[in-house]
């Protein structure tokens, strides 16, 4: 039964009108972005996930790591990844 057994059926706690709605983090963007400490959005290379038999040491060495987002990119992202 527990705490809310003696309430109707169907009985829903209203929310208060002036209490904006939590803003969510975007999971799908927080897997695969961070930001740094002075706010560029950090990302990792593409072209390594595959594929990879034919293509030179030196080339997939060169795709670890991570790099810069585009700065177009970075309001989109921070609005993303809000809670981070």
Do not use: E, I
């Not at 927080?30 to 080339?59: C, D, E, F, I, W």
Request: hydrophobic share 30%; with cysteine; aromatic share 8%.
């Amino acid at each position: 039964m527990g705490f809310h057994g003696w309430l109707p059926c169907g009985f829903r706690f209203q929310k208060k009108d002036n209490v904006m709605p939590k803003m969510k983090t975007k999971k799908s963007a927080a897997k695969r972005l961070k930001m740094s400490a002075t706010g560029k959005v950090m990302r990792t290379q593409a072209g390594k996930s595959h594929l990879n038999g034919y293509k030179p040491r030196g080339r997939k060495r060169n795709l670890r790591g991570t790099t810069l987002a585009d700065a177009t990119f970075t309001k989109t992202a921070a609005r993303m990844l809000q809670d981070n």
